[in-house]
């Protein structure tokens, strides 16, 4: 089993739709959880970071983070079609600088 | 505005090349990664540096090494190159000053070998 664990979809919703992206973790020293884009044939770009538990709002995302379940999730409001790429999450614990990863998301936001 | 940047974009080589690598960042990071990126197996890392002239295997590094003589650079070889090598290359790097600290990334290298 892997340590993180993420859907490949790939997603497809139309434009102006609620978004959720997740992702599912067995090791529970984690406490740095981060989301990245990346659009297609360039490098990840951090979108969100939370540090333990709670919730974190940036705009029209949403990044929660559920320690008891191990199930960190990302909500996009009113999707645009520029949302479209692949998420990846990725999260580390108090006593490395190493991320794990998860195998990334494809979205895609239909006009 | 930080900055991550890799050699080359696009790159062609034959099998049984030697292949150098190179990333390049301005933030002055300790730390620098090399992965893979290859379709539904996400992100898998290949060597990291955490120092100068410091280097740590990772998940995958068979048939590579790494170089790290200044703390700005961070290459990666391809020994002998083989198709199976054929793949997005991502380097990062990230900072000490704190664990759990975000990664930034060049915009990848996809090398193909024939």
């Known amino acids: 089993q892997k340590e993180v664990e993420q859907d490949p979809g790939p997603l497809s919703v139309p434009e102006g739709a609620i978004v959720s992206l997740n992702c599912t973790y067995s090791?529970?020293?984690?406490?740095?959880f981060m989301w990245y884009r990346q659009y297609s044939r360039k490098g990840p770009e951090l979108l969100m970071y939370t540090y333990s538990s709670g919730n974190k709002e940036d705009g029209r995302f949403t990044a929660q983070v559920d320690k008891s379940s191990k199930y960190i999730s990302l909500f996009i409001r009113d999707s645009q079609p520029s949302d479209s790429a692949t998420y990846l999450c990725?999260?580390?614990?108090?006593?490395?600088?190493?991320?794990?990863w998860g195998a990334g998301t494809k979205l895609i936001i239909k006009p | 505005d930080v900055k991550v940047t890799q050699s080359s974009r696009y790159l062609v080589k034959r099998t049984g090349e030697k292949v150098f690598l190179e990333c390049v960042q301005d933030m002055d990071h300790e730390n620098m990664f090399w992965y893979r990126q290859d379709p539904g197996l996400g992100l898998r890392l290949i060597y990291f540096?955490?120092?100068?002239?410091?280097?740590e295997k990772g998940d995958i590094p068979e048939g590579y090494s790494v170089s790290r003589e200044k703390k700005e650079r961070f290459s990666l070889i391809l020994e002998s190159a083989s198709t199976n090598q054929t793949s997005m290359y991502l380097c990062a790097s990230s900072s000490h000053a704190r664990v759990g600290t975000e990664a930034f990334f060049g915009q990848g290298t996809r090398l193909t070998v024939v």
């Open positions: 990725a999260m580390s614990g108090d006593s490395n600088y190493q991320l794990i």
């Open positions: 540096s955490y120092d100068v002239k410091m280097k």
């Open positions: 090791n529970s020293a984690f406490q740095y």
